[in-house]
């Protein structure tokens, strides 16, 4: 009776111990799931790279300098990268999603820093690894060449996030407008319509502008008609943005001939219409202001260089759509 006793007890003993282990297990194991990693960029950068840094490397150029404080590179649970930026006052921080060549561009930027990792850095570095961990300690530290990447994930995982870049990056705009002309040393007035389309800081656009004479009495009145096809680039200024484009176009122009009877009274002149068609090259400044709103105003400075009558103008345009994201 005893042994039997004694051989439940240790039976009991035995269980309890086995489930000790197993939920320590799964404890560490759950524990290990949720943690996040830090990236070692460079000796000289550390793991926080911060805004006087980044004025050198240009690391991030996402954010303005007066919204930037502070990034770092993380290693996420699931195995994904993203850069994690901390921005002034209580804007929060942001995610951006990695791809090995992403990374890769990042690490050469960093690399290019000439400036020693100061004092300052290094006292603040912890605390704003906390922050960037959301306040836990549920996180490891690790050098650059220790990262790796999603093995049986990479095409997938490149893919998402080329994906959300172009999510990020591609926009595209609606400009209508009016405004004035001149061409053949005559003034008028301009109209147009522009589709514009810009993938990070390049901009590719379409545009159909007419100047057109206004006198009375007079038929026809002379006009120019601009089609083109536009290649430029566009950057960030000080409360808007700036592009300078060019590409080529057909233009169609209609002038007055030679004079024709008219039964329209003494006031009027007829004459015969002149056609001209030829190829220019057209030459363009876009001024956008309001860049992340959906409703904007666009300045136009157009101009059009060709054998038979270059010409210019100024349109004053509503935008639709916007070009750049709201954060």
Same mark, same amino acid.
């Given at each position: 009776?005893?042994?039997?006793?004694?051989?439940?007890?240790?039976?009991?003993?035995?269980?309890?111990?086995?489930s000790?282990?197993?939920?320590?297990?799964?404890?560490?194991?759950?524990?290990?799931?949720?943690?996040?990693?830090?990236?070692?960029?460079?000796?000289?950068?550390?793991?926080?790279?911060?805004?006087a840094?980044?004025?050198?490397?240009?690391?991030?150029?996402?954010y303005s300098?007066n919204?930037?404080?502070?990034?770092?590179?993380?290693?996420?649970?699931?195995?994904?990268?993203v850069?994690?930026?901390?921005?002034?006052?209580?804007?929060?921080s942001?995610?951006?999603?990695?791809?090995?060549?992403?990374?890769?561009?990042?690490?050469?930027?960093?690399?290019?820093?000439?400036?020693? !990792?100061?004092?300052?850095?290094?006292?603040?570095?912890?605390a704003?690894?906390?922050?960037l961990?959301?306040?836990?300690?549920?996180?490891?530290?690790?050098?650059?060449?220790?990262?790796?990447?999603?093995?049986?994930?990479?095409?997938?995982?490149?893919?998402?996030?080329?994906e959300t870049?172009?999510?990020?990056?591609?926009?595209?705009?609606l400009?209508?407008?009016?405004?004035?002309?001149?061409f053949?040393?005559?003034?008028?007035?301009?109209?147009?319509?522009?589709?514009?389309?810009?993938n990070?800081?390049?901009?590719?656009?379409?545009?159909?502008?007419?100047?057109?004479?206004i006198?009375?009495?007079?038929?026809?009145?002379?006009?120019?008609?601009?089609?083109?096809?536009?290649?430029?680039?566009?950057?960030?200024?000080?409360?808007?943005?700036?592009?300078?484009?060019?590409?080529?176009?057909?233009?169609?122009?209609?002038?007055r001939?030679?004079?024709?009877?008219?039964?329209?009274?003494?006031?009027?002149?007829?004459?015969?219409?002149?056609i001209i068609?030829?190829?220019?090259?057209?030459?363009?400044?876009?001024?956008?202001?309001?860049?992340?709103?959906?409703?904007?105003?666009?300045i !136009?400075?157009?101009?059009?260089?060709?054998q038979?009558?270059?010409?210019?103008?100024?349109l004053f345009c509503?935008?639709?759509?916007?070009?750049?994201?709201?954060?």
């Amino acid at each position: 009776m005893k042994n039997k006793n004694t051989s439940c007890y240790y039976s009991f003993i035995l269980h309890c111990a086995i489930s000790l282990v197993v939920l320590s297990n799964n404890a560490k194991a759950q524990s290990l799931s949720s943690e996040i990693s830090f990236i070692k960029l460079t000796d000289d950068i550390g793991y926080i790279i911060d805004a006087a840094e980044n004025d050198e490397c240009k690391c991030i150029s996402n954010y303005s300098k007066n919204e930037y404080n502070y990034a770092a590179l993380i290693q996420l649970p699931d195995s994904s990268i993203v850069l994690r930026i901390m921005l002034v006052d209580s804007l929060g921080s942001r995610d951006i999603a990695m791809g090995k060549a992403e990374v890769s561009k990042l690490h050469s930027r960093a690399s290019s820093i000439t400036v020693k !990792i100061s004092e300052i850095d290094t006292l603040k570095e912890k605390a704003w690894i906390k922050t960037l961990a959301e306040n836990t300690d549920n996180y490891k530290l690790i050098a650059y060449y220790m990262l790796q990447f999603p093995s049986l994930l990479d095409e997938d995982y490149e893919t998402a996030s080329i994906e959300t870049a172009e999510i990020k990056n591609n926009f595209q705009y609606l400009n209508l407008g009016i405004g004035a002309g001149s061409f053949q040393g005559l003034g008028g007035i301009s109209i147009g319509a522009e589709y514009g389309i810009i993938n990070k800081n390049f901009l590719l656009s379409m545009h159909i502008f007419r100047i057109q004479e206004i006198q009375l009495f007079v038929s026809p009145n002379e006009n120019m008609n601009d089609f083109a096809l536009l290649f430029g680039r566009i950057n960030e200024q000080e409360g808007f943005h700036i592009s300078v484009s060019a590409g080529i176009s057909y233009i169609y122009g209609v002038f007055r001939g030679n004079s024709i009877p008219s039964s329209g009274g003494f006031l009027s002149s007829n004459h015969a219409e002149k056609i001209i068609e030829t190829i220019g090259l057209p030459l363009q400044i876009d001024l956008f202001v309001g860049a992340t709103h959906n409703l904007g105003l666009n300045i !136009i400075i157009f101009g059009n260089i060709n054998q038979k009558c270059s010409f210019g103008g100024l349109l004053f345009c509503l935008q639709f759509g916007a070009i750049k994201e709201k954060k």
